[in-house]
């Protein structure tokens, strides 16, 4: 089987499909298919033992689009099938063009994440599903529906997520509910020297991912101006990283959070291993790559109750859940998670067994038979 692998973001990007795509395509390679890559990159991305078609980030949106259609396109031509983690609209379109089926990793609703972009909607997800919009919402959802209508099987990381698919018009026949992998740790050095190579004293908190608006890590900010001999570890980068520093000097944060860049994912694994906490303040998620990262680090999350997940963190058991937005319970979970005794021992010994499910080989070759299904 021939597949191309479509993914907005690739290594040493940080992110979900920054991790998953890459980890796809080597197990494909494993088992004797093919494999070509269509990403966006800021530059040339490392090479691979498999094609790795890109277009320059820094090009104009609709540039950028245009020649990522056309990639895909030309490229489909030579698959069996189309695999996309995101750019849905532009997946489906070259696939379409180059007359391939393509199966679409959902990860997120590209109407309301436009509607967010462009100022026209301000609340969560669920809400947005209830809203009715004017024309350019309608515009927005019915763009979204004609690319997914053309899809031939959607897999979706989260049970939430894909109820919302099927909401949406997509047979629930088509709908797969696939969860991310956890990883396959590398080496990795103890829990004492992780520690001591990110200079920890006192209680780490963690965070990795694309700096985004979706992530509101300024409630994590204000949380941790109220709670004492905490820091924060921002590893990533995003379009919102300037307004967070700035929102770091306003609070006199300075000293107290660390913003480390981008990290490997092995660095982002050794942080994880390192932290008291993983944090995650997300408006809203599907099934958080970074969450299952710091579980199977036995590190547990402290995480807003939103989206997929409930569906992977179970409060008082593998972390702690709050309320979206609220910077007052999640000082309050901070607080317990330092003071209650034993409590981050409990939350940690549970953490690794309760991703153990998530093998990277048995939902890679489910993810292959779909696949090969559609291929056929």
């Known amino acids: ?24 395509a080597d197990f494909l390679l494993g088992r004797r298919h093919s494999v070509e890559v269509v990403t966006t990159a800021q530059a040339q991305p490392a090479k691979q033992s498999y094609e790795i078609r890109w277009v320059d980030r820094a090009a104009p949106a609709g540039v950028r689009h245009a020649r990522v259609a056309a990639w895909i396109r030309e490229r489909a031509t030579h698959a069996d099938v ?22 679409v990793k959902l990860v997120a609703d590209e109407a309301y994440e436009r509607a967010r972009r462009w100022g026209l909607f301000e609340g969560d997800l669920d809400a947005f599903q209830r809203f009715g919009g004017g024309l350019r919402i309608r515009a927005l959802r019915q763009t979204r529906d004609r690319a997914l209508r053309r899809v031939a099987h959607l897999v979706c990381p989260s049970g939430y997520l894909a109820a919302l698919a099927v909401n949406w018009g997509v047979p629930r026949e088509r709908v797969t509910v696939l969860p991310n992998a956890a990883p396959a740790l590398p080496s990795l050095p103890s829990r004492d020297e992780a520690r001591a190579a990110h200079d920890a004293e006192g209680t780490l908190l963690a965070f990795a991912g694309r700096i985004t608006r979706q992530k509101a890590l300024e409630v994590a900010l204000d949380a941790l101006a109220t709670v004492d001999g905490v820091t924060l570890a921002i590893a990533g980068d995003g379009p919102d990283l300037p307004d967070l520093r700035r929102r770091v000097a306003e609070l006199g944060l300075d000293g107290r959070v660390r913003f480390l860049g981008p990290l490997s994912r092995n660095g982002v694994l ?22 299952v990262e710091a579980l199977a680090v036995g590190t547990p999350v402290i995480a807003t109750a939103v989206g997929g997940v409930p569906e992977l963190v179970r409060d008082g058991e593998n972390g702690l859940l ?46 292959e038979s779909i696949l090969s299904e559609v291929a056929r």
């Open 1 to 24: 089987m021939k597949v191309l692998i479509v993914s907005g973001i690739w290594p040493p990007d940080v992110g979900g499909p920054a991790s998953h795509a890459p980890e796809l």
């Open 82 to 103: 189309v695999y996309a983690t995101s750019m849905l609209g532009r997946a489906v379109l070259g696939a379409s063009l180059a007359r391939r089926p393509v199966v």
């Open 270 to 291: 050794t942080l994880f291993r390192a932290a008291d906490a993983s944090v995650l303040t997300s408006s809203w998620e599907n099934f958080p790559h970074t969450v």
């Open 322 to 367: 709050v309320s979206t937005g609220d910077h007052e319970a999640l000082a309050g979970a901070i607080r317990r998670l330092i003071d209650e005794p034993g409590l981050r021992e409990r939350l940690a010994a549970a953490a690794a067994p309760s991703v153990a499910h998530l093998r990277p080989d048995a939902l890679y070759a489910r993810l």
